[in-house]
């Protein structure tokens, strides 16, 4: 953490071999780490809302996942799965014993699986803007995943792996085929496996997002410890839409004490007599 009178380490941008992936992140700040997991066939920049914010408190990391951005591709499927194992070989390369995860659209899966699959590594898990089974999208969401070509997506995805990318730009289509599935059969994961997950999440999206609101209150129910925020006049890219509130609502969640509360119902129900008792 800074203090006043001390300058925010500069942000790192560097190559670390994770489990075979030459994986491209950029780290800045200080004290307890925090990685933020992108969305899909998006890198480092999307995030640039979050980034230096969360760096004034904790040491953020940036991963690009394989076939992302500044992280080449490599032979074989991209799945959920291969990104969670991907990003738990980050975090043992980089010596990280654990972290917090935040994760949005495709990078809040990727978050999901590393809690379920390694709960000891993750401290607090924040989930923005995804369903966790097509079921919980919404119907023009649905629609859109069936639909979705390279020529159907916002030009920046495309236009931003074209700048930095070390496949080139044409191997943009060959990554979109690889990760395309995915959105039409996320993870075969189901509400009810949210059980095993053990660390504090918040879930977190828009009134206008991809995933419908009763959903999000499904999988909210489904984890042992979380909470839940809806933003409104917010899509899917609520990060960039409106940085500051995002910022303030996973800041407030991640705090260690968070403002107490007033009047939850489960302490008011507590502390009725029962009628029929003695």
Not at 165 to 177: L, T
Not at 243 to 267: C, G, H, W, Y
Request: charged share 20%.
């Amino acid at each position: 953490m800074t203090t006043t009178g001390q300058t925010a380490p500069a942000r790192l941008r560097e190559y670390v071999d994770a489990g075979g992936v030459r994986t491209y992140y950029e780290v800045e700040g200080d004290g307890e780490a925090l990685i933020l997991l992108h969305g899909g066939l998006c890198t480092v920049e999307t995030f640039e809302g979050q980034t230096p914010v969360f760096a004034e408190k904790y040491r953020v990391y940036v991963p690009e996942r394989r076939g992302h951005g500044r992280t080449p591709d490599v032979e074989g499927p991209i799945t959920y799965e291969v990104m969670a194992q991907d990003t738990i070989a980050f975090m043992t390369a980089l010596g990280i014993d654990s972290a917090h995860l935040v994760g949005w659209s495709d990078g809040s899966l990727v978050g999901l699986l590393v809690a379920l699959r390694r709960p000891e590594l993750v401290r607090k898990l924040v989930l923005i803007g995804q369903y966790v089974s097509l079921e919980g999208a919404t119907p023009e969401g649905r629609e859109l995943m069936a639909r979705f070509t390279p020529e159907t997506l916002p030009p920046m995805l495309e236009h931003l792996y074209a700048a930095v990318s070390p496949d080139g730009p044409e191997h943009f289509r060959v990554v979109f085929d690889k990760m395309a599935p995915l959105w039409r059969n996320p993870t075969g994961i189901a509400v009810s496996d949210l059980a095993g997950v053990t660390a504090p999440t918040l879930v977190l999206l828009g009134d206008d997002d991809l995933l419908t609101i009763e959903h999000a209150a499904a999988v909210q129910r489904a984890l042992p410890d979380s909470q839940l925020a809806v933003v409104p006049g917010a899509s899917h890219a609520l990060p960039m839409e409106k940085p500051e509130l995002t910022n303030r609502l996973v800041l407030d969640f991640l705090a260690d004490e968070q403002v107490p509360k007033m009047m939850a119902i489960s302490d008011l129900l507590g502390n009725l007599t029962d009628p029929a008792g003695p």
